[in-house]
């Protein structure tokens, strides 16, 4: 077996890479991709997911206690609300049926327990959408300060 030098070896490897970015080049130019080609994502997908997320926590939560479904329903219909806003503001279709991703964290045991979580995530839920509609465009802010309001309220009423 041969033994390779290390200038032999990293010829090799040069050699190697050269042929691999070959591929990379368009018309004998070398093809670049700047951060101003491709645009970042939209802020508010953020907002979007963790709306799905407390909308998957409620479902969760009357699907391990049925008992509090008359008291949670009304909440979880604007939470299904929300969804929609944001996702007519993001220009994205919207929702259909029930969300398929699980809730953030397991449903606790208790009827209290499970209430006080979902206090706990309207909380959480309000300060974050606070802070979005701080430095969202100026024609989503008055959507999400609805919704922060909104979430403050169910906070209050989860109580």
Known sequence: M???RRRQLLG???????GATAGCRAGGRP???TAASTPPPDPQLVDLAADRRLLAGYDATIARHPS?????????ADHAAHVGALA??????????????PPPAP?????????????????SATAARA????????DRAPLLASIAACEA???ALLE
């Open 153 to 155: 309220a169910h906070e």
């Open 2 to 4: 041969p033994v390779l």
């Open 131 to 138: 802070a979005a509609c701080l430095t969202a465009a100026a």
């Open 68 to 76: 509090l479904r008359p008291r949670l329903a009304p909440l979880r």
């Open 88 to 101: 007519a503001a993001l220009g994205l279709p919207p929702p259909s049926g029930t969300p398929s991703r």
């Open 107 to 123: 449903v606790p045991g208790t009827p209290a327990a499970a209430l006080a979580a979902l206090r706990s995530a309207e909380r």
């Open 12 to 18: 090799a490897l040069a050699a190697s890479a050269a």
């Open 31 to 33: 093809t670049r991709t």
